[in-house]
């Protein structure tokens, strides 16, 4: 009876911390969000040296508050789940530490950018507000255009990479140090600015031949940006014009709380890994 | 009598002034986007320190010509409306009076920057141009398919943002201060340049792994940049295809005299706000 | 009789200066391109100081050969036309006139910087090879594609000059003169060096607000590079799709000899802008 | 009986080394494309100097491997084949020959830069990646895509040529010398940076009449960038949609023991080039 009601208890607190379809388990998503957002604003301002020298105990004081919450849910999470381990040891579980020891760690470090780079781990947060919006259907739908088109992808990449090789060393031999074009390393980094069409001008050829051989990687960049672009397009618009409801797409928040387990069916009862049910009826 | 009459009076005024079907409204609306422009232009000729030194006189006789029709516009459009106090505290209301003010506020305001910035709202008056230039058909087109892939915009914007905020990050932390990476938030702005391919270079990285690191970003952008025109794309060519008349996008100008609503069914006798009759029959 | 053989005389020499459907016609197509971009070359090499001072007499020399060549085919031209005088002031007159004359207009001109003016005339022929050009199919249809979205892309150029006209002046108020951002016209370029995604990085803000807005404006830019490339790729996809042959593009090169006039109709026995019969038969 | 035997022995070695349908002939091709890499990382580690000199003679080391596998492949290449002067004189073979002979090379040869060039022949290995990966259909696909919209893309070449010779000599007249316009090549290389948005900043427009200039071509350049962009997305959305599949497109990687010629269909028995069978039956 007790251990009944331990699991109901279990059970919804599962709901509300893992799943988004109760009320509760909204509102728990939104406070997670804005303490999320609140703690990367923090991680950033913190790094604005004028900042930090004036507002430091503030900036202290809500790191210790947004700590102390992080905390408390990593452990409501491990709770909460029947396979702790499972939790634990999966992407978000690893994310979820790291991004909440820093301000434990920072008691024990010594040497600011060795700090620094602690501190930093806190921004992994971010990744969770991925696993709080994953629901918003069109960026499965994103995700699924680009999955889709990856081979196309693989192959552009590739292609890109073997002529800023070729390009690079080539501007490496005809422009040499005195430009800038130190080793082919950089000149191939020269060349990825270049095609990319970023352009920064922290290196640029000099010689007439090396502006002639720069022009002509130019106005490759132009065709080659055209080809992403192209593959984009024509999978937005495939799919702008069949229209067709993609099945594929999930909507469904439930998590099963025996493995963890979350991208079911939209009318699934059983978690299809491990065949728990998924509803608490 | 007299009131039928004034209120005829004012009617023919806010057919004058508010819509663009007769003649009359028509050379109103013509006069005023001239009217606009040259003041845009002067308050850029303005801001050129050599012109201003040599012209100051004329600039100035120009602007109070501007001003004074504006002031004259401005009770004009008030005295014409049945409800002034709708139009006052409208958007365009509020452009209106803040556009007009400036030259009236120089008398009482002390301090070169205080002024310029007051000057500048003159430059509001632009947004007239976008009220007098509603009925272009194409425009509407284009905020409509804008507007019909808001979601998608709002997650790719998103995902650019969360990109950055990482990147950022990761370059703040390899090439540190020596750089230009000042602190996050420069490192995000450095990010955002990147990734959409403007490239200052007023910062640029100067380590080989900061080197390495800022080359995929590039090559992300090269992807990332490929998705709004995608989006576009597929929306263009999805309306390009089906090619139908859009029954949504309005042409007619008519404009209550009564409550100031604008935008009516092109077959529409009576306001669809407020009840009262378009047409002066 | 002799009126006849000299009719016929100049019909042959019109079929060759003004046609490309006879073997000599296209022969002389073929001169006149190769000299036009000798010349263009020519008027590049010189302007290079270095090669300019070392082979200055066979530049010269090349020059007068080039020169020589087009003053005969301009009195060509005029001889074999029935209306010399529509020849003369046709768009193609003028230029054909004005890239010939800088070599004697040099001998009375004095000043260094007006000579080069002048000379940088001769650039002009390069608008002849679009007239020698003229019959690729496929330039026509890019025009026509141009053409067809002519109004999208008025509306667009309009929005990007609001942007950059209020986002130049925002960023004028925000920056200051201090980091070059010296006046409204110098912000507004910036702005739209911004906007293109070209970033030279000669004027680029330093404050962090100014930053933060420039991120503003650049992720727009992302948003509206996309819509001219989204316009043109609808406009290709749909006549990829119809794949229907264009009947309004030209490859008909017969001129009338009267009037000049040339895009007829491939089945055009008269010319149909004055009667004047095509074909010498 | 022996000249068959060491007929079936090359047809085997043939096998191995130029196709790859078999497991000793894919083995063969991941060893070369592992080893390709390497030597390209090794070109590349070389260049940079602080690394030359700590790791000089790993780096030594290495290329002397690779040259030896390399150089038993060349040999190897040629006696497979029945008529090894087809191997020698095609492509591929001049790019064996040429990337491997750099470290017999660089005992004869005296000077830093002449040494550095031919080293770099080494790099030309990587042409023989895009050989073995050629059975990835895909890249097939993407070649067909450029090849399908060839004329396009030299019409929109040529404009951009004309726009950029044009817009360069207004420039070089507009702005002189003191911007860095020094000449007609060097402007026009500035109008290329600048159209296709590289914008390195190392030449930017000073004068307000350069910036205005300069101004309309990075808005022309918007439009003229969506050019390509426009083609291949249309011509990716067209094949997206037809969805039939291409039978231009090879997968068989058999290639002639006799001529070498390497293209064939999937159910070719005999070559199509020179009639020898395929097969070793």
Redesign the interface.
């Not at 130190?182 to 950089?186: E, L, S």
């Given at each position: 009876m007790e251990t009944q009601q331990r699991k109901s208890w279990k059970r919804k607190m599962h709901e509300i911390i893992y799943e988004a379809d109760t009320p509760h388990g909204k509102l728990f998503d939104v406070i997670l969000l804005v303490l999320i957002l609140a703690s990367?604003v923090l991680?950033?301002?913190e790094?604005?040296?004028t900042l930090d020298a004036k507002y430091h105990d503030i900036f202290y004081a809500g790191e210790w508050i947004i700590t102390l919450f992080f905390t408390f849910e990593y452990f409501a999470r491990i709770v909460s789940v029947n396979k702790p381990r499972k939790y634990i040891f999966s992407f978000y579980g690893i994310i979820d530490f790291l991004s909440t020891i820093p301000l434990y760690l920072s008691f024990f470090i010594v040497g600011s950018h060795a700090l620094?780079?602690v501190r930093?781990l806190r921004?992994l947060r971010?990744f969770r507000?991925?696993k709080v919006?994953r629901y918003?259907g069109?960026?499965n739908?994103?995700t699924k255009?680009?999955v889709d088109s990856k081979?196309?992808?693989?192959?552009?990449?590739?292609?890109?990479l073997?002529i800023c090789?070729?390009s690079g060393?080539a501007m490496?031999?005809v422009e040499g140090e005195e430009s800038g074009f130190?080793?082919?390393?950089?000149s191939?980094?020269w060349c990825?600015?270049?095609l990319?069409?970023?352009?920064?001008?922290?290196i640029?050829p000099i010689t007439?031949l090396g502006?002639?051989l720069?022009?002509i990687i130019?106005?490759m960049?132009?065709?080659i940006?055209?080809?992403?672009?192209?593959?984009?397009?024509?999978?937005?618009?495939?799919?702008?014009?069949k229209d067709t409801p993609d099945k594929r797409i999930h909507t469904n928040t439930q998590s099963c709380s025996n493995c963890n387990h979350s991208t079911h069916d939209d009318d699934a009862n059983f978690c299809d890994n491990c065949g728990y049910p998924l509803h608490d009826d």
């Open positions: 990367i991680v950033m301002l790094s604005v040296s620094l780079t930093a921004l971010i507000i991925l919006t918003i069109e960026s739908k994103l255009a680009l081979t196309k992808i693989s192959v552009f990449l590739f292609t890109v073997i090789i070729i060393t490496y031999l130190r080793n082919i390393p950089v191939i980094y990825i600015v270049t990319t069409t970023v352009g920064y001008g922290d640029a007439p502006q002639f720069a022009s130019m106005i960049g132009y065709g940006i055209a080809v992403p672009t192209g593959i984009v397009s024509a999978e937005y618009t495939k799919s702008a014009l």
